[in-house]
């Protein structure tokens, strides 16, 4: 099946592992850094409202802003969204390696 | 041929589509709500071409799924309401973002006109879009604008109505992919054997918002399909099951990457982009705006302004109104003889909807500074800088702004809890504005603390409004973890570019909040104040006064006469007299009788049956309770500086009871006038819940006040 949802730069592999750092949580994104989704277990409809804001699986974005104890700040297609702690939690993302 | 047409805009938020709305209908607008729900309909009519085109504005979106109560009532409108042409606002520099809602439109097979908004902007940073070419891959007319600059309006009539006219349907479908596909087949099978009679929406449509598990569909099937949708829920539940085993990921995922691979898969072809620009000048100040450390104090500076700018400016014609006001209430004094009509015009009328007009200025600059706030787009940075703090009380960002406001009037306050989307948010921040102390209670605080606390006045006055902080603090925890509890969505919010907002915008979203406000309250609250003024004037008192005082002043004005007692002692005695008359009527009037016969309630807080009358009073607004006192204890023409009445009421009560009372002034719910707004906006069952809690509170408060301290005296 063809992936089409994937703004990737270059083709990538999916029988090999995916390429990138651990798998964590949103809420531990370190600001500055570029990451890709991995997954969202928000529940349907959650889920429905966030693909149709852009966080979709593989899609990659960059955390512009994350504080303790407050909400984070990623920009994602292009859309600086503030996420809350709670949602963040739902959210596991992988760190992208330099490839740049 | 056609001439009347329906059409309906469509967008995500911040695609600038009210902008195409104010540019498309001009000043032939309409606010009103969607039924049953606070959702806002705005529609405008524009003539063109001979075709009268009735426009719908719905709410801002990002999708057609059931999220909130504007994807729904936005998706009800495209179903049912079968528009002739549904307008799609689109950024056009944040292509593939907003074409996602553009794919459901196509799912939902309506008749579309594509509006890429914003064009210049998208030029400038070099977004190159072959319009013709991503036109014929989205199976829809494409037209460019620049809503800030009203251009291209005139194109998007003619797109319209070329598309009415359009005979040739061309159907783009979207592919979902071996597996969904697979399994909408499988299922479209079932509902042919099952025979399913046709509804309303197209089978296929209906099968992907079933695996989408989009509740008000379940709703829908579940009443008109009866037995039968057992069957098919399972076999969907199979289907979920099926896909989420294979793809790892649940189908309303795997369908949204389907329609952003359909939109990818068009602008592959048709779009190129160069690095854009604009982002980064936003992400610029926005380093400074949401900074760490100096995020809160700008937000809070900027907060102290626009506080400011609502009642020091606001005052000024506030100030006009009321001596208009009064200057009607003269002319109608001195040109009709004294009596009931004249009262019922004064007292009633002219008092009760000045009451409401004279908050028009409040009302219009506070909706001033919210179009400017949230049309820069600082409004979201508010949220996001607050979100720490508030959510801690189980409260959202935005609701800082309302709870501000409330410290200058009750009533835009309520209004400006709008700004909140989610039902729960809104109202609980309705529900604990109450505490924030608002103008019109100071005049109490002033009267009271001066009274009984002379030395350390400002001190006290503090304490109460310090008090109300915590008591909203309190009550915002424990309504969040009661009556509202779950009812918070999770915190996801855009933070649009920063623009510079359009007067034209500003002052049409201002104009129609105000208007709104006058309306509405106004209409309501000319029949209570009516009967507020019925209650306070009747049963009249006639000839029964305790004391012979027509007597008294036939005498005064014989001695007056006769050159005995001077001009200056003449009008003393006379005022004293008619005081006292006054203080008589009000006991002997229904509200006062009222206030007797609740006493032995309010005893239990050290409240006699004259502070009861007065808190009643303070129904119809809570300045009224200093009057009310003034005209109980016979001192006419009382404010909250009034010296006379500041020594008698240290003589007859204790400073705890007087503080109590404060207590219970900062408690209780604000006015009428703000409890028609709050009906307005919240319904009646929220307005009685409102009223009743809050009156709960600050009687349980008071008690334990005013017993506990008794201990201590």
Redesign the interface.
Known sequence: ???????HKGRINWKAPMPGGEVIRLIDAVPGKKYRIE??N?G???????????F??YEIFYV??A?R???L?I?V???????????AG?ILIRELENEE | MKSKITIALAGNPNSGKTTVFNNLTGLRQHVGNYPGVTVEKKTGVVEYKGYRINVVDLPGIYSLTAYSMEEIVARNFIIDEKPDVVVDIIDSSNLERNLYLATQLIELDSPLVLVLNMADIAKKSGKKIDIDLLSELLGAPIVETVGCKGLGSKEVLGSVIEEVNSKKKKKIEIKYGEEVENEINRITAIFKREKIPPLKFDTKWIIVKLLEQDNEIINVLKETLGSKYQKIEKEITGSINHITSILRNTPEVIIAEARYGFINGALMESYREVDTGRLDISEKVDRILTNRVLGIPIFALIMWLMFQFVFTVGKYPMNWIDIGFGKLSEIITSNMAEGLISSLLVDGIIGGVGGVIVFTPNIMLLFLSIAVLEDSGYMARAAFVMDRIMHKIGLHGKSFIPLVIGFGCTVPAYMGSRILENKGDRLLTMHINTFMSCGARLPVYILFAGAFFPAIAGNVIFSIYIIGVIMAVVMAKVLRSTRFKGMSDPFVMELPPYRVPTLKGVLIHTWERTWMYVKKAGTVILAISILMWIAFTFPMIGNNYSTDYHGQIDEIEQSYQSGTITQQYYKEQIAAVEGKMAGERLAYSAAGRIGRFAEPVFKLLGFDWKMTVAAISGIAAKEVIVSTMGTLYSIEEADGQSEPLKTVLNKNYHPLVGYNFMLFTLLYFPCLTAMVVFRKEAGTKEMFFQMGYTLFLAWMVSFLVFQIGRLFI
Do not use: D, E, Q, V
């Open positions: 099946m063809r992936r089409w949802g994937l703004r997954s969202i928000g349907c409809r959650l889920n429905s409202h966030l693909c149709a804001m852009g979709i699986p512009s802003r504080s104890g407050g909400p700040c920009i297609k292009g859309t600086k969204f503030a996420i809350g702690r709670g949602m739902k």
